[in-house]
């Protein structure tokens, strides 16, 4: 190797700041992230961000007879929040509303086999997001049941009117 080469690498060598070790669950969901990308006609949508550290997570649902059939996600961030964001995915989907509510960040933790602890917040982040996705679905589906009610009653009061 020559001179010029050994100087350009030699900074690395002489870096004694802290380091972050990921696992390979952690690395595996980074390099090959899961679930990734948006859904059209999803039934909630919600919008998640760490003003200390900039990342900052879009999640999305799809619901079906109150299963989540579907969970994608955007992330802007380090990889921690990708490969945190892709777990959470995993873990949510196909489970019911009731179940899905009760994830918690310690269990995408649990599933990753552990995280560096500067990086946990991360995974805070996507359960942050999905929880309030799902809150996003049920005011949405509050609103059509509602708006149902309101449909059926108008037509039993038509049909009475009418003699019907």
Partial sequence: MDEKKEDEFSRFETYHGPKLVYNEILLDH???????????????????GDPMCGDSVKL?????NDILKKVTYQVFGCGA?????S????????????EALVITDDDVIEAAKGIPERKAHCSLLAVQALHEAIGDYLIKKSQEDNELFKFRTNSIDESERNGK
Avoid: H, Q, Y
């Fill in 60 to 64: 999305f649902i799809k619901v079906e």
């Fill in 30 to 48: 980074f390099t090959n992230p899961r679930n990734t990308g948006e859904i059209k006609d999803a039934s909630g949508v919600a919008m998640v």
């Fill in 81 to 85: 929040a990708i490969a945190t964001s």
């Fill in 87 to 98: 777990i959470l995915s995993e873990l949510a989907t196909g489970k019911t509303i009731d």
